[in-house]
Nanobody, 123 residues
Framework: VQLQASGGGLVETGGSLRLSCSAS????????IGWFRQAPGKEREGVLCISSRGGTTYWTDSVKGRFTVSRDGAKNTVYLQMNDLEPEDAAVYSC?????????????????WGKGTQVTVSS
């Protein structure tokens, strides 16, 4: 089983990026998928989560109104659309499959972590 986040890169402040979370050896449909980020010298923080039914839970208020998440079952992929990026958004972004015993609202644990992708925002 492997999860992989991709789509990171360098953008200017105010720019946009769309990250993808794809999986091999695992069907993502039954899982809530969380997006996390970790900036240098900081602890990893949860950004937002999409339930198996497509509902969104924001774990970080600072991204509300700028970040959205969606999923495509046919492509076995979850997308994180990031708009109006700020330098404070720069981090390594990772996706994770949430333990089905929990939910986006009540995180029990993480079944699978994905490899991250770097997002850099120039000021």
């Amino acid at each position: 089983v492997q999860l992989q986040a991709s789509g990171g890169g360098l953008v200017e402040t105010g720019g946009s990026l769309r990250l993808s979370c794809s999986a091999s050896g695992l069907t993502l449909d039954p899982y809530a998928i969380g997006w996390f980020r970790q900036a240098p010298g900081k602890e990893r923080e949860g950004v937002l989560c999409i339930s198996s039914r497509g509902g969104t839970t924001y774990w970080t208020d600072s991204v509300k109104g700028r970040f959205t998440v969606s999923r495509d079952g046919a492509k076995n992929t979850v997308y994180l659309q990031m708009n109006d990026l700020e330098p404070e958004d720069a981090a390594v972004y990772s996706c994770a499959a949430v333990d089905p015993r929990g939910s986006c609202q009540y995180l029990y644990g993480i079944d699978y972590w994905g490899k991250g992708t770097q997002v850099t925002v120039s000021s």
